[in-house]
């Protein structure tokens, strides 16, 4: 079974320049305009890693991360954080508190992403595993 | 003839009357008897010459003193007192002098103090009209001074008391720990302490003063004279939270600029990636270029939208305001909007008032705002539903509304649809857009003409944009001004 990965951002340009890139990759891919959604879905059906923005309306990427470790199902799945923010957003603190795997500042290359994809579902079976 | 020149010629002219007297008892021209007449007579006549001449002295003397001017006399040779009363007369004029000189000092000194009391009483009322805090200790670390503004950051009685018996630091500085609250109590602290390594140290604090909590910075600095010997510390408190509020704010308008710049240039890296990696079908990489041109597209409108609004706030545009007609300009803004709604089918209608409306305004900016208003009202209008462009005269005013029963917006969006950046969420991606536009439309409606904008709306049902602007034209104002009234 190919693994289940959830985008998440308000811009349809990126979540379709990423589902394309993970689609040829083999990954499953389902889009979400916002974190919400995203949240909705994720409770009845666990993704196998979640990518998404920071800032989206509705539930943002940082609100989403918290909810998305809340369920059992989710609590230890790799998440992939994108960002448009340069400094003034502290990596380190939220990729510790909410275990965040990544965190890509855009622009970024969808090449890198899937790279990261790939080693952070690799990563986590072996851990789970 | 001095005082003894009188005495010795008394004395020879006795003498002389004396041997004479004498001469006469023994050559026997006179007999003893006569003789003693003559001698006492003599005597007589010598003493009373001297008790007029000291009479005369007296009375030159006491003419002399009754001379208002008191002049130094000029009759020490003549006169039996002079060489005494010149002296005293000297001595009266020196410590008269002295006393006057006296006087003028003391007369100096009274204009010296009062003009320093005026100084002091200016400096203090400046100091008390100050924002800024300003509080003084002298050497010995208590309060010597505080204005009105520093009042704030004063420990009250319970305070004091609370400060005394609750305090690390109390034992260094007692005075100032229960003079002052504890955030610039440490940095007094700290100032006099170290004024070896600088005389002046600086902290931000927060400080929640009538219920309201702000940010403050204060700067102390160790006061000392030319001789390098301490006199006190002067410290200035100043209230930030202005200054802080716009750090934040610019802050987030960066961030957001960040944001909304960053991801259509995401979208275009990522797409143009792919196609250099040769990732698509070619029908694939013909609808990728389309929406890199879209993105570019979308780039170019955020940068022309941003820098317009900047320009506009920075005042670099140049503001015309001159005498228009609203209908008119309201008549071109559809002209340009018209076109976009019948090609999206849009029912567009213009209602304008028949009454002549008359506004003093920048032609071209309000014609922008309405041109906004109206392209969003279409935007977020589907097909086949009805924009609707009015106006009206409302008392002193000209109203302008654009009202469309497009997908409306909801209602706990409608408090920031005139932030920067805001776009409902809702409706993001019916169109595409800055989140500027209606930023702009404010800041022209609301700063630029002094008017009003609001705005009502159900989700499904519609929105409408309410705009007010004064009416009137300038120059008629001025005539009115010029044209004195005309009494009945």
Redesign the interface.
Known sequence: MNHLIYICD?????V???S??LR?AGFDVECF??GFACWEKSQEQAPHMIITDL?M??MNGLELCEKIRQLETTRLIPITL?T???F?FDHDEYMQTLKITNVMV??????KLLTQVQESLNLTNDVIG | MNLSGKYWFLILLLLTVSCVDNLLVISQTVNPGSALVIALTASLACWAWLIKCIKNDQQQITACLRNPDLKRPDFQRKNFYGKVFAEAIRKMEDSDSELTSTNQVKTMLKARVNSLLKKEALVESVLDNLETGVLIFDAKHELEFTNQAASAFLLTGTDQDYASCDSSLSLGKPVVEKTVIPALAKLLAKTIERKEATFRRRTEFEFTSNGVSTQYRAVATNLSDENQVSLGTVVVVENIGEETDEKTQHAEFVSSVAHELKTPMSGIKAYIEMLLDGDCEPEEAAELYGFINDQIDRLTRLVNSMLNLARIESGVVEIKRHDHELNDILKTASDVISPTATEKEIKFTTELSDMYLPVHVDKDMLGQAIINLLSNAVKYTPHGHEVRLRSRMEDTSAVIEVRDTGMGIPENSLPHIFDRFYRVPENNRSAAGTGLGLALVHFIVTNVHNGSISVQSRVNEGTCFTVTIPLGHNEQKRKKQLIPPVNA
Do not use: T
Not at chain 1, 10 to 14: E, P, V
Not at chain 1, 106 to 111: L, M, N, T, V, Y
């Open positions: 308000d811009d349809s340009h990126i379709r320049a990423i394309m890139k040829k305009p916002d800032q309306p509705r994108l448009g923010k340069g003034e855009k622009p970024f290359s969808p090449k």
